[in-house]
């Protein structure tokens, strides 16, 4: 199972969707749809956003810890 990163290249601002669709084998636009969709829900969409922001580590970084 691949670990979670943000990827380097094809993010848009965090990167958290990109990983996010690199995880579950879908299109990164697929999954920023999804997100922009779930916005119009009530709930701590942003908050968790940033929390994984914060939480997954960038491609560069999980590289050299490894």
Request: glycine residues 8%.
């Amino acid at each position: 199972m691949s670990r979670l990163a943000r990827p380097s290249e094809g993010r848009m601002i965090g990167g958290v969707c990109a990983a996010l669709a690199r995880r579950f084998g879908t299109s990164a636009t697929t999954m920023r749809v999804i997100f922009l969709v779930s916005c119009l829900l009530p709930g701590p969409q942003f908050l968790l956003y940033i929390a994984l922001w914060i939480l997954f580590p960038s491609e560069d970084k999980a590289r050299t810890a490894w």
